[in-house]
DNA sequence: CCACCGGTGTGATGTAGGTCACCGGATACT
DNA sequence: AGTATCCGGTGACCTACATCACACCGGTGG
């Protein structure tokens, strides 16, 4: 599982032994059972998580007590109430576990340690944020221009194997639909 | 106009003279005066932009000719098609005036020489990168969660002063219903 | 074996918001 | 001045989707 984080680390910026350990160093590895929150609203955001394996929905619930699902958190993503971790408040959203699932945990003082220590990391993490808010950009775009039939057509074709591995109700949340009206899509 | 770049970079990053006159040589300013496009859907992105005065929208237009408004940049703001910048692509949005704007520009290649000459501006990109992946998530999750009023009265709230500046038209095309809708929420 | 529950389908009905069509006031151009 | 163009309001109608209600199936645990 080291290993995992290494290789996902060096997909953007090559790293000595020396650094890797320096970097490692910084980490906790941890799991999770299916149904465990890692994070809950209202309370404080101690980590930023890596996903070695798993699945996860960051999810915020309304005042009428339905779900909304930000992201699905899967393999290889970096998930947490990033608003909450980085401004030290509390969270706004829940992580819960979908599946059984292994994580790396990076807390605020570490990261910024982290960052210090090794400024390629800096690199790192302004890579992955780049990519982040470039696809929540994506998404904002799909809310404002498609149909739910739409969107589930292009969730469909960019993660097949997630529609498997999650309740239709979960991926109603996640289009922002009602559970029965996805339902009636496949028609 | 150099100053406000100044006072910008080191409400995150703090410089020395000779760090500020190293971080400018990287950028060039320009002005543009309404209407004028400073990306045009399907031409290339050179340049990301710190607007120092005016404002423009960030915008899709799509197959059947409607305009999705994914944000208006204002004082202060860094805008571009992002993707599209990053990746060398011709732009799937288009960046336009709606008032006479003044810009410093920079390019992909000045971005990247600036980030290996000065690491702290890679720290103060991270953190923009940071708090606009934040933005956007509230954003998502505003457009999942609320009605077409909700979402107007939030804009009237938080941005006054846009609502002022901008047409109807184009806060409808930002919020995601049609003019003739937001036209009746007033009531 | 049965009760329960999570996941899913489906009918009937309600409603927010879209679309189309028209109008009237304000700039702005010549 | 006169005309066009932008901007906003409003009525009539339509459609996508929400909501409520119920029914079915396949576990899982007493």
Redesign the pocket.
Known sequence: MEQQLREHLEQVVPLTDEEFALALSHFSGRRFRKHQFLIQEGHPVPCAYYVVSGLLKLVHTDE?G?QHILSFAMEDWWESDFRAYHTQTPASLALECLEDTAVFCLTLPDYHRLCAALPKLERFFLHKATLGSMAAQQRILSLLTT???QRYEQLLAQHPALVQRV??????AYL????????????
Chains 1, 2 share one sequence.
């Open positions: 009428a339905k149909s739910a039939r309740p239709k109700t979960l991926l109603a922002g639909v009602s559970r029965e009206t996805l339902s009636r899509l496949s028609a």
